[in-house]
């Protein structure tokens, strides 16, 4: 099998493709946490990244996709094989269809549209990420989803590259067909939005945008929610009698009700803490470790299993 030396050679061939070696993903995630790749690539052109895709492959070398790294937990030991990211960006709109690259900050996708008076993105003013994992996780807020005006998503599907329609994506709640085919990758997406009022559209998110710094500081070294909220259809009936009739909103039961119900909030171990205000905010408050991480949340878990009988799942993707 080749070295990580000779697969770097090999990555380095490539035109438009960066590599380096040993690089610290605490760099690239915003908890600011995990070791190092062997090897890290990025490119903007999708042909340097389906061949650096081919060159993983050839060597053995396990590959791993990431966009902004706001919603990732990687292990202290790092990840052994190569990381990758397509930082592909460019936006334009054509009447109310916009075209975007999946690298591109979800947030300039929102001030694009909604500059253009492009209404449908408004809502998701402050969800921090890149498009292409927006897609793939389904991000949203404020009772809506990208889901909702994705009409075209462009992918490599580890052999050819295809585009699929909203309904081939199958979206539910936070999740995507690209979620379950985690080999597949996102490059380009396509949406379809409503013409409306640039200022009023750019006055709701500013609104958003306030209230969500307050909750989630820019500063603060988090993935956002830890946990997925519950559809109140699928929990068990006793459970869902269990809660009180306010805290549901949407057809939701925020997993934080369930974890403050714990004795989650203010729970800290080692550098990670659990924000006083907030059971499913979980923080790196300075030197934390992926593993006392990790260890928190699976003590959150089981503390919500014992009492409730329901597993609490991860929002959060785990890497290495
Ligand atoms: C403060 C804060 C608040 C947040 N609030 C919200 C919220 O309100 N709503 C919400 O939905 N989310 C929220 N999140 C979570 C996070 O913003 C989203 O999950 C976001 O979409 C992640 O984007 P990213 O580019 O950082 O992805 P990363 O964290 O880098 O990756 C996440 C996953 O996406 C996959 N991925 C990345 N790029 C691609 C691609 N091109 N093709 C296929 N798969 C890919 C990766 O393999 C990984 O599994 C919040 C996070 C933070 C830190």
């Known amino acids: ?77 790092g990840f052994r094989g190569l990381v990758v990211r397509f930082c592909e960006s460019t936006l334009c709109a054509d009447g109310p269809r916009i075209q975007v690259g999946a690298g591109a900050v979800l947030q300039d996708l929102v001030d694009f549209a909604n500059h253009h008076g492009l209404k449908g993105l408004e809502t998701l003013a402050g969800i921090p990420g890149w498009v292409g994992a927006a897609v793939y996780g389904n991000a949203g807020a404020y009772g809506h989803s990208i889901s909702e005006r994705v009409t075209a998503v462009r992918f490599f599907d580890g052999e050819d590259v295809r585009v699929f329609d909203n309904s081939q994506c199958d979206f539910r709640y936070r999740e995507s067909i690209f979620k379950r085919r985690k080999e597949w990758i996102i490059f380009r997406v396509e949406l379809l939005l409503e013409p409306a009022g640039a200022a009023e559209l750019e006055e709701i998110s500013a609104g958003i945008l306030k209230v969500r710094n307050e909750k989630f500081p820019p500063t603060m070294k988090c993935a956002g929610s830890i946990f997925k909220n519950f559809l109140l259809r699928e929990l068990p009936p006793a459970v869902a009698a269990a809660v009180p009739a306010a805290v ?12 403050e119900q ?5 729970m800290q171990l080692g550098g990670i803490q659990v924000a006083a205000y907030h059971a499913n905010l979980i923080y790196n408050a300075g030197q934390g470790t992926a593993s006392e991480l990790r260890e928190l949340i699976a003590e959150l878990k089981r503390r919500v299993r014992e009492r409730f009988g329901i597993d609490v799942e991860e929002e959060v993707q785990y890497v290495g």
Not at 20 to 36: Q, V
Not at 51 to 58: D, F, G, Q, T
């Open 262 to 266: 714990v004795g989650a909030k203010g």
């Open 248 to 259: 549901v909103r949407e057809g939701k039961i925020p997993a934080a009700w369930f974890l």
């Open 1 to 77: 099998m080749p070295t990580t030396e000779e697969t770097q050679t090999r990555l380095a061939e490539i035109p438009n493709l960066t590599v380096s070696a040993h690089t610290p993903l605490s760099r690239y995630t915003r908890f600011g946490i995990g070791g190092p790749a062997d090897l890290f690539a990025e490119t903007r052109d999708e042909q340097a990244f389906i061949a650096a895709l081919s060159a993983a492959r050839e060597s053995g070398t396990p590959v791993c996709v990431t966009g902004g790294g706001t919603n990732l937990i990687v292990s202290d030991q």
